[in-house]
């Protein structure tokens, strides 16, 4: 095990590279055409993989790009508290 020390990040972030969902399955964590990507968020050396909402439009994203968190209504302190990214600037 790592003995590394905890880093405080994000909750902006770069998106270094992405996948379009255009039908997404009852499985995944948004209901209309979103991305998953790779995201660094500010503070971090590694990305992680996480959804982007972009309302449906795949041309609001870009390697590069600026997101930010869009925290999900009940928050328990674990990964799932972060519903997804969306592009920086965009409505919430």
Avoid: K, Y
Avoid at 27 to 35: E, G, M, N, Q, R
Avoid at 64 to 91: L, N
């Amino acid at each position: 095990m790592l003995d590394a020390p905890w880093v405080e990040v994000g909750p902006g972030g770069v998106v270094q590279t992405w996948s379009w969902v255009d039908q997404p399955r009852p499985t995944h964590p948004l209901p209309s055409p979103f991305a998953w990507a790779l995201v660094t968020l500010d503070g971090a050396s590694t990305p992680m993989l996480h959804a982007v909402d972009t309302g449906g439009d795949p041309t609001a994203l870009a390697n590069g790009a600026r997101v930010t968190v869009r925290w999900a209504q009940d928050r328990v302190g674990q990964i799932r508290d972060i519903e997804c990214f969306v592009p920086e600037g965009a409505q919430q």
